[in-house]
């Protein structure tokens, strides 16, 4: 193995960032499709309902770029620094009810995805749905 703090020769090291705020790290084989690595990420996560999620890359401009399931993930283009790379799982479809909602983890994703959108100023809501939320 190499050394600490030298990337592995034929992969990249990342820290996949899910919802919860919870960090997986684990290095991504040249290979890897990102639809592989989003199986993966809902695997570990105990999801079900997968196919309202992505996953995505802060660009150097503080954009999300949403990595395409059928792209290998290295073959994205890609943020070169820091070596450790970077990876969001988010909502990525959102829908008109969550009472289309099958399974409460997928529930509950979707409250965390709407909290951190508010909490930033990315989503704009009436005060009393704000402190709703916050109870």
Known sequence: PPPPNRPPENGRTAQIVLLDERRLELVIQPRLYAGELLDLVAN??????????????VDDAGHYTWLQLDRKVLEHDLPRKPHLLTVHFLVKFFIESISHLA???????????????????????ECDVVFQLAA
């Open 103 to 125: 399974d409460n983890q997928t529930v509950e994703l979707f409250y965390l995805q709407a909290r951190s959108l508010i909490w930033r100023g990315l989503l704009e809501v």
């Open 44 to 57: 570990q996560s105990g999801l079900k309902e997968k196919e309202y999620f992505g996953l995505a890359v």
